[in-house]
Nanobody, 125 residues
Framework: QVHLGESGGGLVQRGGSLKLSCVVS????????MAWFRQAPGKEREREFV??????????HYGDAVKGRFTISRHDVLNTVYLQMDRLQREDTARYYC????????????????WGKGNQVTVSS
C-alpha cells in the first residue's frame, strides 16, 4: 500500500518562504508523477492545482497563482518530492496535499491515485 506523508508546513509572514516535503513509501517512487494541490479555507470541496513533476523529473507544470514563486523538485533516492514556496502571500494560506499517479502529470485531482493527509500553511500579514 502506498503511503504519502507531508511535512514542512507552518506559520510564515507574508513575503517569507517555506519548503514542503512529501515522502512516499510502499510504492515505486521512480515510476510516479507527483503533484501538489491545496485547499483554501472555505473551499474544502475544491482542490486547486499547485505544481506537478513527471516521473523522470524533466516535466514540470505550475498553477497560474504560484508560477514564478514556487518550485517543485524530486529526489528519487529519498523517495521525496519537494515544494519550495517563496514570496508567500495571504492567498497561499491553505492545506497542501501531495498526490501520486503513474508516470505523467495531470492538473486534475481526480486523476491521482494516492494522497497524503495534507499539511497546513498559514501566511500572516
Amino acid at each position: 500500500q502506498v503511503h504519502l506523508g507531508e511535512s514542512g508546513g507552518g506559520l510564515v509572514q507574508r513575503g517569507g518562504s517555506l519548503k514542503l516535503s512529501c515522502v512516499v513509501s510502499g510504492g515505486a517512487f521512480a515510476d510516479y508523477a507527483m503533484a501538489w494541490f491545496r485547499q483554501a479555507p472555505g473551499k474544502e470541496r475544491e482542490r486547486e492545482f499547485v505544481a506537478s513533476i513527471n516521473f523522470s523529473g524533466n516535466g514540470k507544470h505550475y498553477g497560474d497563482a504560484v508560477k514564478g514563486r514556487f518550485t517543485i523538485s524530486r529526489h528519487d533516492v529519498l523517495n521525496t518530492v519537494y515544494l519550495q514556496m517563496d514570496r508567500l502571500q495571504r492567498e497561499d494560506t491553505a492545506r497542501y496535499y501531495c498526490a501520486s499517479r503513474y508516470y505523467y502529470e495531470d492538473k486534475k485531482p481526480e486523476e491521482y491515485d494516492n494522497w497524503g493527509k495534507g499539511n497546513q500553511v498559514t501566511v500572516s500579514s
